[in-house]
């Protein structure tokens, strides 16, 4: 069952920035690999304080469907004050809190397909 297209993931997180205080993400979906397909969308998040790119995307593990949360290696490091520390803190929250809201999303659909 196709449950994780861009078009529906666009849905989900549409759904999600209209509930949520959104000001700490700046999110955009877009197909991996930049092929369409039924399980192919990821979410691009922007950090405030930090460049690392940052996104999620559904893994199988164990047999069952789960989001990830993917921070792609980085050449230099990362230097923040009080500031910049406690925006990445609010970055983080909200990372996972999005990442949790895709989790039931998805988890809802398959328990409607069974």
Known sequence: MPYRDRARVEG????YNATHDVEALR???LDKNFESGPNSAI???TLRSASTI???HPAIRKGAPVWMVTFE???EPVD???AGLRLLAEDMCAVAELRSYLQEKT????VQAH
């Open 12 to 15: 989900w997180v549409n759904e």
């Open 27 to 29: 999110v955009g979906v």
């Open 43 to 45: 979410v691009i998040v």
């Open 54 to 56: 940052t996104f999620l």
């Open 73 to 75: 290696e980085r050449n």
């Open 80 to 82: 923040l004050d009080d």
């Open 107 to 110: 988890d809802a659909l398959l």
